[in-house]
Nanobody, 115 residues
Framework: QVHLVESGGGLVQAGGSLRLSCAAS????????MGWYRQAPGKQRELVTT???????NYAGSVKGRFTISRDNAKNTVYLQMNSLKPEDTAVYYC?????????WGQGTQVTVSS
């Protein structure tokens, strides 16, 4: 089992920045990728960004150039730096960890961007 604890959400004005953190604990060996997904009200959960254990990064087109994912392997923590935030970025952001036959989700952290 992998336990994920997220932090860093909040309320910010359009154009502002937030940094999310996700710390993993428990059975952390064999993690293939860590990343962030988000779910806005009335919408399906969608990919924001992921980073593999080899360092490959994938971004959703809507956040490319504004969001940056980074990973501190020593702390088993993944970060999401969000700049130039837009009202459409408002959502609950979920941390995700994947192994070969297993995945875990964080509890979610609310990000609200006011116009």
């Amino acid at each position: 089992q992998v336990h994920l604890v997220e932090s860093g959400g909040g309320l910010v004005q359009a154009g502002g920045s937030l940094r999310l953190s996700c710390a993993a604990s428990g059975s952390i060996s064999g993690i293939n990728s860590m990343g962030w997904y988000r779910q806005a009200p009335g919408k399906q959960r969608e990919l924001v960004t992921t980073v593999t254990s080899g360092g490959s990064i994938n971004y959703a087109g809507s956040v490319k150039g504004r969001f940056t994912i980074s990973r501190d392997n020593a702390k088993n923590t993944v970060y999401l730096q969000m700049n130039s935030l837009k009202p459409e970025d408002t959502a609950v952001y979920y941390c995700n960890v994947r192994k070969l036959l297993y995945e875990a989700w964080g509890q979610g952290t609310q990000v609200t961007v006011s116009s």
